[in-house]
């Protein structure tokens, strides 16, 4: 059985005593976690140990880094390393965020590095693609999502694959007004596992969790984790009000 997650993505948002506030608030709503489902809070850097420590007596419960550098170490001034992460507790990386693809240049080589850093450091990769606008037009977002899986992820190992969590962002559908159909998230999603199955064998992809990156809300949460291949949601907006996150995780099914 693949796990069901639902991760937070903070990006650059809340203070210290915000983010802190945010946890517990999540925690004192008393969320019974089923096996094999798992709640996922990626903070930005300064608060991750904090984070650690708030969630470490709460089972299910893990904490994600929004990104690490594609070297193990060096004169990166402002970066921070996969190994760094892993000294300090932990869980998950997300690598390969639209926002970072977009904003910083980043592609699909330099995220194969960054996965290699996060697998060699015990850390779970999140690893996100996904189509901009002028692509889905077009009708190639199914060719455009093969190239980023083939170029960052296909030079794994089976086991190492088993570490990776993949999320579809359908970036057309992010801030603006278009919404992406349970259908057509589904549809990719399936497509995503064709893909891992074509490479890693079927019993590869049927254990690869795919989660959805699309703007998930508490209204239409169920529907798009009621899809097949639909295996949880990396949330943004949404993960910063409590109210809003916890309904979101309750959808699981």
Known sequence: MRKKIVAGNWKMNLTLAQGEQLINDILQ??????????????????????????LKNYPGFYVAAQNCYSEKSGAY?????????????VDYVILGHS????????????????????????LKPIFCCGEPLEIRQAATQNAFVAKQLEESLFHLTVEQLKQVVIAYEPIWAIGTGLTASAAQAQD???????????????????HTTILYGGSAKPGNAAELFAEADVDGGLIGGASLIAADFVAIIEKLS
């Open 77 to 89: 001034t402002g970066e921070v390393s996969a190994e760094m992460l892993q000294s300090i507790g």
């Open 188 to 206: 990719m999603h399936a497509f995503i596992r064709s893909q891992i199955a074509n490479k890693f064998g079927r019993e590869a992809a049927l």
């Open 29 to 54: 709503a008393g969320l019974r976690l089923k096996e094999g489902q798992e709640v996922v809070v990626a903070t930005p850097f300064p608060y991750l140990q904090k984070a650690k420590s708030l």
């Open 99 to 122: 926002e970072r693809r977009e904003y910083f240049q980043e592609g699909n080589a330099m995220l194969a590095k960054k996965i290699d850093q996060a697998l060699a450091n015990g």
